[in-house]
């Protein structure tokens, strides 16, 4: 059931993105761009992750919205475009994608090491301080 969940999540997510996405841009431009991304990803986020219809395991990565959407664009364009060789001038943005969310996820887990020492060491002085005002 974990797995036809998921499909049915992703599959709502794909087609809410491709199906809504190009009204807001062609009706308000960037600005329309940056609503969908809010609205409609925002939307889908909580649908699949915080309600649970896509199951995550605890400190996982969600790439799972973004790989179904990614997924149903590509099959909408062949199947507008009738062939292959035109995807094909997509695949160095593809690459750049992959690139580009590789380096974001590991910066990623620089930040959250960072931040985590930094509450340790602020718990430490904080402890320092309640042991100072008992002396």
């Known amino acids: 059931m974990r797995v036809i969940k998921a499909i049915i999540g992703g599959f709502i997510a794909?087609?809410?993105i491709n199906g809504v996405w190009g009204?807001?841009?062609e009706n308000l431009g960037t600005l329309g761009g940056i609503l969908a991304a809010v609205f409609l990803v925002g939307t889908m986020w909580?649908?699949?992750h915080y309600i649970g219809l896509i199951p995550n395991e605890k400190n996982s990565a969600f790439i799972d919205m973004g790989i179904s959407i990614g997924i149903a664009c590509i099959v909408?364009?062949?199947i507008r475009i009738?062939?292959?060789d035109e995807i094909l001038t997509s695949i160095?943005?593809?690459i750049l994608v992959i690139v580009g969310g590789?380096?974001?996820g590991t910066l990623s887990v620089?930040?959250?090491k960072d931040m985590k020492k930094d509450k340790e060491s602020s718990e430490t002085i904080k402890d320092i301080d309640s042991i100072e005002s008992l002396v």
Do not use: Y
């Open 23 to 25: 009204i807001f841009t």
């Open 14 to 16: 794909a087609l809410v």
């Open 92 to 94: 160095p943005t593809l």
């Open 110 to 112: 620089f930040v959250k």
């Open 76 to 78: 909408r364009d062949m």
């Open 46 to 48: 909580f649908l699949n």
């Open 82 to 84: 009738g062939n292959v």
């Open 102 to 104: 590789s380096i974001g």
